[in-house]
C-alpha cells in the first residue's frame, strides 16, 4: 500500500504538494500522535498522523473501526490532548482547553432530550453557552423552516421519525455558528432511504453555509459522494496511508454515483482499505 506523504500542506497520492482550495486553513494536524491505556498496556490509537481542512473545505476521514477516527475530532475539539505532536485552528497553535468551544462537534446519535420539545433540544447549545433561555429559543424557532421542521417545533424526539431528529442535532450545532463542523457518522444509524435524504440534504446545507467540514464515516460511497477529500487511515495504530482528491463537480447529486470518475474514486479508496486489489493511477 502507497503512503501518502505525512506533509504539514495538503498532498495527492503521488506526493504532488497542493494548497487547500481556500486559506487560512480552518485546522491542521502536525504529526499527531496519542495513546491510551488498557489494563497495564500503554496503546497507540494514532500515530504521527498530519493532515489539514482548508477554509469552507469538505474532508471526509475514512478507516477501519479502531482505527482511531472519533479520537482525531475529540482532538481537534480538544476533548483530548496529543501526546506528540500540535493541532493548529486558523493558523494558530492551540492547546486542549483554548479549542474547546471553537468548533461545533455532532456524534452519531442525536443525544436530544426525551422531554425537551424540538426547538428546545435545538436551543440547547446555545443555553449552554450562557445564551439567555428566552434568546435561545427564539433563535432555534427562527431558524426551524430552514431546516425543515417547520410545524414540528412543539414535537417529543419519540414523535420524530431518525431524520427529523438528526436534523434537530443539526440545528441545534449550527446555532453555535462555529465555522469548523465536526460530524461523526451523523448518519449511521439511519436506514438507506433516510441516510441518502440526509446526504442530499447535508449537501444542500453545505453548498450555502459554505463552512468547513471534517466528517467521519464508515460509507465510502458517502464519503466520495460529500467531500472534496477523502483521508484514509490504517488500521490501529492510525496513521494516514492514502489521500483521495475528489474531482467531481459541485453541486452534487445522487445519480453521480453510475459516473465513471465516481466508480474510480470508489475504488481507489475501497483499495486504500484494503478491500479491492491495487486500483490506482
Given at each position: 500500500?502507497?503512503?501518502?506523504?505525512?506533509?504539514?500542506?495538503?498532498?495527492?497520492?503521488?506526493?504532488?504538494?497542493?494548497?487547500?482550495?481556500?486559506?487560512?486553513?480552518?485546522?491542521?494536524?502536525?504529526g499527531v500522535t496519542t495513546t491510551y491505556r488498557e489494563r497495564n498496556?500503554?496503546?497507540?490509537?494514532?500515530?504521527?498522523?498530519?493532515?489539514?481542512?482548508?477554509?469552507?473545505?469538505?474532508?471526509?476521514?475514512?478507516?477501519?473501526?479502531?482505527?482511531?477516527?472519533?479520537?482525531?475530532?475529540?482532538?481537534?475539539?480538544?476533548?483530548?490532548?496529543?501526546?506528540?505532536?500540535?493541532?493548529?485552528?486558523?493558523?494558530?497553535?492551540?492547546?486542549?482547553?483554548?479549542?474547546?468551544?471553537?468548533?461545533?462537534?455532532?456524534?452519531?446519535?442525536?443525544?436530544?432530550?426525551?422531554?425537551?420539545?424540538?426547538?428546545?433540544?435545538?436551543?440547547?447549545?446555545?443555553?449552554?453557552?450562557?445564551?439567555?433561555?428566552?434568546?435561545?429559543?427564539?433563535?432555534?424557532?427562527?431558524?426551524?423552516?430552514?431546516?425543515?421542521?417547520?410545524?414540528?417545533?412543539?414535537?417529543?424526539?419519540a414523535q420524530l421519525s431518525g431524520g427529523m431528529r438528526q436534523r434537530?442535532?443539526?440545528?441545534?450545532?449550527?446555532?453555535?455558528?462555529?465555522?469548523?463542523?465536526?460530524?461523526?457518522?451523523?448518519?449511521?444509524?439511519?436506514?438507506?432511504?433516510?441516510?441518502?435524504?440526509?446526504?442530499?440534504?447535508?449537501?444542500?446545507?453545505?453548498?450555502?453555509?459554505?463552512?468547513?467540514?471534517?466528517?467521519?464515516?464508515?460509507?465510502?460511497?458517502?464519503?466520495?459522494?460529500?467531500?472534496?477529500?477523502?483521508?484514509?487511515?490504517?488500521?490501529?495504530?492510525?496513521?494516514?496511508?492514502?489521500?483521495?482528491?475528489?474531482?467531481?463537480?459541485?453541486?452534487?447529486?445522487?445519480?453521480?454515483?453510475?459516473?465513471?470518475?465516481?466508480?474510480?474514486?470508489?475504488?481507489?479508496?475501497l483499495a486504500a482499505l484494503g478491500f479491492l486489489p491495487e486500483d490506482?493511477?
Amino acid at each position: 500500500m502507497v503512503r501518502a506523504p505525512t506533509l504539514t500542506l495538503l498532498a495527492t497520492p503521488d506526493g504532488t504538494v497542493v494548497r487547500p482550495k481556500a486559506a487560512p486553513l480552518a485546522v491542521e494536524l502536525r504529526g499527531v500522535t496519542t495513546t491510551y491505556r488498557e489494563r497495564n498496556a500503554l496503546l497507540t490509537a494514532i500515530d504521527d498522523v498530519s493532515l489539514a481542512v482548508g477554509a469552507g473545505e469538505f474532508v471526509a476521514l475514512i478507516g477501519p473501526s479502531g482505527s482511531g477516527k472519533s479520537t482525531l475530532l475529540d482532538i481537534v475539539a480538544g476533548l483530548i490532548e496529543p501526546v506528540v505532536g500540535d493541532v493548529r485552528l486558523d493558523g494558530e497553535v492551540l492547546p486542549a482547553d483554548r479549542r474547546l468551544g471553537r468548533s461545533a462537534y455532532m456524534r452519531q446519535r442525536d443525544l436530544l432530550l426525551p422531554w425537551r420539545t424540538t426547538v428546545e433540544n435545538a436551543a440547547l447549545a446555545l443555553e449552554a453557552a450562557g445564551v439567555p433561555r428566552r434568546r435561545a429559543l427564539a433563535a432555534a424557532h427562527s431558524r426551524l423552516a430552514e431546516f425543515g421542521l417547520a410545524g414540528f417545533e412543539r414535537a417529543y424526539p419519540a414523535q420524530l421519525s431518525g431524520g427529523m431528529r438528526q436534523r434537530v442535532a443539526f440545528l441545534r450545532t449550527a446555532l453555535t455558528d462555529r465555522p469548523l463542523l465536526l460530524l461523526d457518522e451523523p448518519f449511521g444509524a439511519l436506514d438507506a432511504l433516510t441516510r441518502a435524504e440526509m446526504q442530499a440534504w447535508l449537501l444542500d446545507r453545505w453548498q450555502r453555509d459554505q463552512r468547513s467540514v471534517l466528517l467521519v464515516t464508515h460509507d465510502v460511497e458517502e464519503a466520495v459522494l460529500l467531500a472534496d477529500r477523502v483521508v484514509v487511515l490504517s488500521a490501529a495504530p492510525g496513521t494516514v496511508c492514502w489521500i483521495e482528491t475528489i474531482a467531481l463537480p459541485r453541486p452534487r447529486r445522487r445519480s453521480l454515483v453510475t459516473d465513471p470518475r465516481f466508480v474510480r474514486h470508489k475504488a481507489i479508496v475501497l483499495a486504500a482499505l484494503g478491500f479491492l486489489p491495487e486500483d490506482r493511477p
